[in-house]
């Protein structure tokens, strides 16, 4: 079955570091870019970032929101099929679930055809 | 930044009748838009891209439609599995892709 899956819920505090996963399976997880999504309570979805699976990762293959930059690090482990979105010092406001999806196609900017069901971050003040 | 607005914000709809959904991008976003479902507890889910293409398994009573600036996603017949929050998506000018803030398609 081609899915992504995430890791699980999260609640931390302010000042906390995270960092939350997202493993591919059923398809060829080097082949797909990986966006993380973010969702805050009753907001819309917000693109964060992306990221190429490739060996040897090039400085081109993470993209991010400039909204984002510096703010979360996006990375990837090809040999266990796995993306990650990672903070070092969290805030109350990055209370939110987050998505990671898969492209389409294979180019960094297409629709995305899959999506993990989300992990939800709590941070409290 | 291409910022994407969608309307109506909630579509009070009975089932069996026809929902139509706007979406209107601030600059021309070609046919690179995308329609996604989403439901509480439930992976975001691809309906439509390139703004008139049904992606794999999406019932045909989903269609898109547009182009430019201007897009609208019809549900023919609503079921009641549909009810959910709609959003539209461009991805021709980038970074960052953008959303817009979603249409709820209530049960009336």
């Known amino acids: 079955e081609v899915q992504l899956v995430q890791s699980g819920a999260e609640v931390k505090k302010a000042g906390d570091s995270l960092k939350i996963s997202c493993k591919g399976s059923?398809?060829?997880?080097?082949?797909?870019?990986i966006a993380w999504v973010r969702q805050m309570p009753d907001r819309g979805l917000e693109w964060m970032g992306i990221?190429?699976?490739?060996?040897?990762?090039?400085?081109?293959?993470?993209i991010y929101n400039p909204s984002f930059q510096g703010q979360v690090a996006i990375s990837v482990d090809r040999s266990i099929s796995t993306a990650y979105l990672e903070w070092s010092s969290l805030r109350a406001s990055d209370t939110a679930i987050y998505y990671c999806?898969?492209?389409?196609?294979?180019?960094?900017?297409?629709?995305?055809?899959?999506w993990g069901q989300g992990t939800k971050v709590t941070v409290s003040s | 930044e291409i910022v994407m607005t969608q309307s109506p914000a909630t579509l009070s709809v009975s089932p069996g009748e026809r929902a139509t959904l706007s979406c209107r991008a601030s600059e021309n976003a070609n046919d690179n838009v995308a329609w996604y479902q989403l439901k509480p507890g439930q992976a975001p889910r691809l309906l439509i891209f390139g703004a008139s293409t049904r992606a794999t398994g999406i019932p045909a009573r989903f269609s898109g439609s547009g182009s430019g600036r201007q897009f609208t996603l019809t549900i023919g017949s609503l079921q009641s599995e549909d009810f959910a929050i709609y959003y539209c998506q461009q991805y021709t000018n980038w970074p960052p892709i953008t959303f817009g803030p979603g249409t709820k398609v209530e049960i009336k």
């Open positions: 999806a898969k492209s389409y196609v294979g180019n960094a900017f297409d629709p995305f055809d899959l």
């Open positions: 059923g398809y060829s997880f080097t082949s797909y870019w």
């Open positions: 990221i190429y699976p490739r060996d040897h990762l090039r400085n081109s293959d993470i």
